[in-house]
């Protein structure tokens, strides 16, 4: 557990980095270092492009799993590391 | 067009690309270097994903628009431009 507190300070301390959440396998945020309405929101949208970007994958390979999916917009960046069990998502202003 | 050939053959020949393809506005791929089974389906489930994307990035915030998504994979990587309701796709392969 320390070693995951570790590594989200280290993230959390990157130039940019406006908030970190992680998300269970359910969609359910058990982490995160925005306010609760942004975090709810992020995970619900998230989670539901985590499966699709795993769909479309599966679709075009069935051995093949997703293993990073990055979204850019114009105001910032959306980082999803995807596990078993878990999922990362960082946002970052990509400028900074 | 003479751009537009110059910019896709630059991306083409650059190292680990394994293809490229264009999505025009109504999901049809108007140009590939893949073969035709492949591109349709890339064509239709990419374009299927970045309006997830674009939606996700939009009820966030109305303001923010979708610009790149890359999704990764264990055998390879997607990348996606899209840009007034074309798509540009290259797959091309994460280790290179």
Do not use: C, W
């Not at chain 2, 999505?23 to 970045?50: C, H, K, M, Q, W």
Request: charged share 25%.
């Amino acid at each position: 557990m320390a070693e995951v507190e570790e590594t989200l300070k280290r993230i959390q301390s990157q130039k940019g980095v406006q908030g970190i959440i992680i998300v269970n396998s359910e969609g359910i945020p058990v982490k995160s270092t925005l306010d609760n309405q942004s975090t709810v929101q992020y995970s619900a949208l998230i989670h539901q492009l985590v499966m699709k970007a795993r769909s479309t994958l599966r679709d075009i390979d069935p051995q093949n799993d997703l293993t990073f999916l990055r979204v850019r917009s114009k105001k910032n960046e959306i980082m999803i590391a995807p596990d078993k069990d878990y999922f990362l998502i960082v946002i970052q202003n990509p400028s900074a | 067009m003479a751009d537009v050939e110059e910019t896709l053959k630059r991306i083409e020949g650059h190292k680990g690309v394994i293809g490229t393809i264009i999505v025009n506005s109504e999901g049809l791929p108007i140009r590939t270097t893949l073969d035709n089974s492949t591109t349709s389906l890339y064509a239709r489930l990419l374009r299927s994903f970045t309006t997830l994307a674009r939606s996700a990035v939009r009820d966030v915030d109305p303001q923010n628009d979708l610009t790149f998504v890359r999704i990764r994979s264990k055998k390879q990587e997607i990348l996606v431009a899209p840009e007034n309701n074309y798509l540009l796709v290259v797959i091309q392969n994460p280790s290179e």
